[in-house]
């Protein structure tokens, strides 16, 4: 079956750096636009950022030049690069992709910015 599994969140200062990584198996992944939201305690899931088959990507305004949405086909993976994190970015980060008429979603994974 299809599975994504995130990994890379942790705990880091403001201004720092962190790259999650999400790997997906039970589908072609090349061929199929991967996103990448987050949730933080209390709000509703949020879209941070998107990377189709073209590798063409597309950001929310709040990460937009902070954030950097890649993909490798050969590793059936997508990461995303976090720099200048702030504490507003603390979140619990999903990946998530779309095979058929079905939305498959990692577990997640713990990003907390924190002096």
């Known amino acids: 079956q299809v599975q994504l599994v995130e990994s890379g969140g942790g705990l880091v200062q403001p201004g720092g750096s962190l790259t999650l990584s999400c790997v997906v198996s039970?589908?072609?992944?090349?061929?199929?636009?991967v996103m990448w939201y987050r949730q933080a305690p209390g709000q509703q899931r949020e879209l941070v950022a998107v990377?189709?088959?073209?590798?063409?990507?597309n950001y929310a305004d709040s990460v937009k030049g902070r954030f950097t949405v890649s993909r490798d086909n050969a590793k059936n993976t997508t990461y995303l690069q976090m720099d200048s994190l702030k504490p507003e970015d603390t979140a619990v980060y999903y990946c998530?992709?779309?095979?058929?008429?079905?939305?498959?979603w990692g577990q997640g994974t713990q990003v907390t910015v924190s002096s």
């Open positions: 990377i189709g088959s073209s590798r063409a990507t």
């Open positions: 998530s992709m779309r095979v058929r008429i079905t939305t498959y």
């Open positions: 039970g589908t072609i992944f090349s061929n199929r636009p």
